[in-house]
């Protein structure tokens, strides 16, 4: 009787984490807060229900074991990753700001990685998948930050330019590099300009 009750809530725990964090379909048109985007699926989620979840995640070490989250991809499913917390500040600051990292790998599909982040009001991610080497991203697209967009990194127009880095260094000459002084020169020089 015991195992019964046990199996039981377990079962409607696990259940319960997989509906606290269901991402619903939106239908309505939407207007983007980053018009370079190409939408191909967006949701809405209860973002406090699966930072809930996260909030249990261990950092990746021995006898580690993850927290198992359900997240959009660009072919439309959502897919099941098992992930770690994966903090890039300080404890002390990231409990401050009630900030998050994780990263993980896809149970669906092994071939995927996930990094994403979350704040009070914020959730973004990357899926990188190893076989097709595409990245695909997950950001609120809307001024409320209520609708996530799912699209892939090489959906994001860069105007027809490609980046190319403008800032002005000039060369120095062999001559004028070998021109710097010996340490016990410098030193000498400093004590003349101090008497």
């Known amino acids: 009787m015991k195992k019964k009750i046990i199996l039981t809530l377990t079962f409607t725990l696990t259940l319960a984490g997989i509906q606290a964090q269901r991402w619903q379909?939106?239908?309505?048109?939407?207007?983007?807060i980053r018009k370079e985007v190409k939408?191909?699926?967006?949701?809405?989620?209860?973002?406090?229900?699966?930072?809930?979840?996260?909030?249990?995640?261990?950092?990746?070490?021995?006898?580690?074991?993850?927290?198992?989250?359900?997240?959009?991809t660009t072919d439309g499913r959502i897919e099941r990753f098992s992930?770690?917390?994966?903090?890039?500040?300080?404890?002390?600051?990231?409990?401050?700001?009630?900030?998050?990292?994780y990263s993980g790998v896809g149970l669906d599909s092994p071939n995927k990685q996930i990094k994403f982040s979350t704040a009070p009001n914020d959730f973004q991610s990357m899926i990188f998948d190893t076989n097709t080497g595409?990245?695909?991203?997950?950001?609120?697209?809307?001024k409320d930050k209520d609708i996530y967009a799912v699209f892939f990194k090489s959906?994001?127009?860069?105007?027809?330019?490609?980046?190319?880095?403008?800032?002005?260094?000039?060369?120095?000459?062999?001559?004028?590099?070998?021109?710097?002084?010996p340490l016990e020169k410098r030193n000498k020089q400093r004590k003349k300009f101090l008497r």
């Open 25 to 32: 379909p939106v239908s309505e048109k939407i207007e983007p």
């Open 39 to 72: 939408i191909l699926y967006a949701y809405k989620m209860d973002l406090n229900s699966l930072r809930a979840i996260l909030k249990n995640a261990p950092e990746a070490g021995k006898d580690a074991v993850p927290v198992e989250v359900s997240i959009p």
């Open 83 to 101: 992930v770690y917390s994966s903090p890039v500040m300080e404890k002390s600051m990231a409990d401050r700001y009630q900030l998050g990292s």
């Open 134 to 142: 595409k990245s695909e991203f997950i950001e609120p697209v809307t």
């Open 155 to 181: 959906d994001k127009p860069q105007d027809g330019k490609t980046f190319e880095c403008t800032t002005f260094e000039p060369q120095i000459p062999k001559k004028k590099g070998k021109q710097v002084l």
